[in-house]
């Protein structure tokens, strides 16, 4: 097998390594649109929207006594209280307090936990499960296209009609779930577990529910939501709208993992296929640094230092204890110049001399794209994701910036496009670059 390692063997650096690589979107394997992606955008503020999740994150299934022990040894995470029906935001980081990955952990069983989202955290995890004395077993529900290769489906119903809609499709009133807690519902014979997470905060209400249940149930159940749902306003949810959610909600998806230097990251390098994710990786975006390590995040950037508990040992702890007390970059949001905005989608299309980088409609869910963003020319943090809702009203991106510059209403300028206008980038089409003027938004402008 060719590793990780041996790929960065023969290339300058992982900056020349990821930069080569041709431009890459995350991959979803369902519907782009079902009733268009502006009224499905509509239906999450408004009525509901039903997201299947089916298909496009890994499950990684942690089986054994010692399940709870590995999660605590690799996660900022407090275990303390973990166990069946509970469920948490894990983080992993590497030994110098630099995000790894994270994703959503499921306690289905007090010794069985799934861990689902993008591969990173969950790989690391494995691997620490192999080289260390845990009596765990892991089975890996790759993200497929068709449900047959999958073990479980997993359905996010979402917005202020939520609690109507399964009431109805179950038949009875919905058992008070806390929140990042799970219970059960009881759809069409079907038993279904259901995790609350709902983020839209409508008092007195379920407004977003997980649901999750054996492949095999996966029709029956969307077939009787679907139904029961069209009274209130339900609205299937595609990859478009589905990407173009972060604009929104400001998570962070795919932080580029802290893997690719040090030591003693070296054997996990070296564990690590080449043709993983983070093997594959493509990175872009206007800021460009030689350093990999000027693009990894620490868990306050990417708002998760709430997180961190040091009531026990874990990977990264001593690093992280030593930055607390540090300054560290603020998760904001950049509200797009419309005027800017609409050069931009204009000139890409129709100038032929000086097309500025185009723009995605409605977002862009790239791998690792990263963009300077600048007040009175001076360099104040990086701009990621952009996205347009019709909740926003706007395009928005989501930034890292430092903490002395994260003034609700502050004007900044975002520098779009490659520094070398998309030459040695594959799959970029040639272009300018140009600034985007926007401005600087502690909270959601859909908030």
């Not at 800017?340 to 000139?347: F, P």
């Amino acid at each position: 097998m060719v590793s990780l390692e041996n790929k960065l063997q023969q290339s300058t650096s992982p900056v020349q390594m990821m930069r080569v690589a041709p431009a890459a979107r995350y991959d979803f394997q369902y519907p782009a649109e079902h009733s268009g992606w502006l009224d499905e955008q509509w239906a999450w503020k408004h009525t509901a929207v039903l997201f299947d999740q089916s298909f496009h994150m890994d499950d990684f299934i942690f089986k054994g006594p010692d399940v709870k022990r590995l999660m605590a040894d690799t996660g900022i995470n407090s275990f303390a209280n973990f166990g069946s029906n509970k469920a948490k935001q894990f983080v992993a980081v590497n030994h110098d307090g630099y995000v790894i990955g994270d994703a959503i952990l499921f306690g289905f069983a007090d010794d069985e936990y799934h861990m689902v989202g993008a591969p990173m955290a969950g790989t690391w995890v494995t691997y620490q499960s192999e080289i260390g004395r845990y009596d765990v077993e892991v089975i890996r529900d790759a993200r497929a296209s068709d449900l047959r290769d999958r073990q479980l489906y997993r359905y996010q119903v979402t917005g202020p009609a939520t609690q109507d809609i399964l009431e109805k499709a179950q038949g009875s009133p919905l058992e008070p779930i806390k929140f990042f807690n799970m219970g059960q519902l009881n759809i069409a014979g079907k038993t279904v577990r259901a995790l609350n997470h709902g983020m839209a905060k409508v008092p007195g209400q379920v407004d977003g529910l997980e649901l999750m249940g054996p492949a095999e149930d996966a029709d029956t159940v969307l077939s009787a939501i679907l139904e029961a749902g069209e009274e209130f306003g339900l609205r299937r949810g595609g990859s478009r709208a589905y990407g173009s959610t972060l604009a929104e909600s400001g998570w962070f998806a795919l932080p580029v993992p802290a893997i690719y230097t040090g030591e003693k990251m070296k054997p996990y390098r070296e564990w690590l296929p080449a043709l993983s994710v983070e093997g594959m990786a493509s990175l872009d975006g206007s800021f460009v640094s030689d350093n990999i390590e000027d693009y990894y995040s620490t868990p306050w950037d990417l708002g998760y230092g709430h997180l961190i508990k040091f009531d026990h040992d874990f990977i990264g702890r001593k690093a992280l204890e030593s930055m607390a007390e540090q300054p560290h970059r603020k998760k904001v949001y950049l509200e797009w110049n419309n005027d800017d905005v609409g050069r931009v989608l204009t000139e890409s299309l129709f100038n032929k001399e000086e097309r500025p980088r185009e723009i995605d409609v409605p977002g862009s869910v790239g791998m690792f794209h990263f963009d300077q963003v600048t007040s009175g020319n001076r360099l104040i943090g990086v701009s990621w994701y952009t996205g347009y809702t019709f909740n926003n009203g706007c395009y928005v991106s989501l930034a890292l910036v430092d903490e002395a510059d994260a003034q609700d209403g502050a004007e900044v300028v975002v520098v779009w496009g490659e520094q070398d206008g998309g030459v040695s980038k594959p799959k970029v089409q040639p272009h300018v670059q140009t600034q985007i003027r926007a401005m600087l938004r502690t909270k959601s402008p859909a908030a």
